[in-house]
């Protein structure tokens, strides 16, 4: 059984320019999840899906930012005309809907570190 | 809103001390409280969870017991050991929502 894995996991990228990020759920998972995380701090919520749907997406999810999840599997995370303040680890999790319900637990990925310069 | 609130760190031990890493949390109803691990250079990975009151997760000689009268999940482990050194988030899965809750997470340095 795989985990959840993610690509790539470094990008340095100059200011401006477009980065897209992949995650690839636990296969059984239809839950999924983007978060993001700077030196220091906790995970920070940016969406989830549930299959294809985007179910939730926080305020910090920028008209800069789009994340898909086209057919329920992979998902992608865009970010347009990155700037210094987008550099952070940006990590993937995936979840069942089966058993728990809310206390479902979710399994993170390594994580993609972004670098604006 | 939901909130988790962690003390901070580091949290320095030598090894085989006594680990108490305290959280609480604010949420409505009843949320289900984990807490989990991060390595250097890793993703987070699940250490323990509790889905109601009175519940004790315990994993790995960790353990934390939801209490729902002081509102903490607070995380125990009788003895430490140098490869427990990590940064360890408590977080909450609030009824209603698929969003988890972080705290700010505790470091952890366990002295040979």
């Known amino acids: 059984d795989t985990g959840v894995s993610q690509d790539p996991r470094h990008k340095i990228t100059k200011r401006g320019q477009n980065v897209t990020f992949r995650c690839d759920p636990i296969?059984?998972?239809?839950?999924l999840y983007w978060y993001r995380q700077t030196l220091g701090q906790g995970p920070e919520f940016l969406t989830y899906?549930?299959?294809?749907?985007?179910?939730?997406k926080s305020r910090l999810l920028s008209d800069r930012f789009s994340a898909e999840r086209p057919k329920g599997s992979f998902s992608t995370l865009e970010i347009q005309r990155t700037e210094q303040g987008d550099s952070a680890m940006y990590l993937c999790?995936?979840?069942?809907?089966?058993?728990?319900?809310?206390?479902?637990?979710?399994?993170f990925g390594e994580g993609s570190w972004l670098t604006v310069v | 809103g939901n909130s988790v609130t962690q003390m901070e760190g580091p949290v320095t031990l030598s090894e085989e001390a006594f680990l108490t890493i305290n959280c609480t949390y604010t949420?409505?109803?009843?949320?289900?409280l984990f807490w989990y691990v991060q390595y250097p250079g890793e993703g987070l990975q699940l250490l323990l969870k509790?889905?109601?009151?009175?519940d004790k997760g315990s994993n790995k000689g960790f353990e934390a017991t939801y209490r729902k009268e002081t509102t903490s999940f607070h995380l125990e482990k009788g003895s430490v050991q140098v490869s427990d050194s990590a940064v360890y988030f408590c977080?909450?899965?609030?009824?209603?929502?698929?969003?988890?809750?972080f705290g700010t997470g505790t470091r952890l340095k366990v002295l040979a």
């Open positions: 999790a995936s979840s069942s809907t089966a058993g728990q319900g809310f206390g479902n637990t979710i399994y």
């Open positions: 899906f549930q299959n294809e749907a985007q179910l939730e």
């Open positions: 296969s059984e998972h239809n839950r």
């Open positions: 509790a889905t109601k009151a009175d």
């Open positions: 977080a909450l899965s609030a009824s209603g929502t698929y969003k988890y809750i």
């Open positions: 949420a409505t109803g009843y949320p289900s």
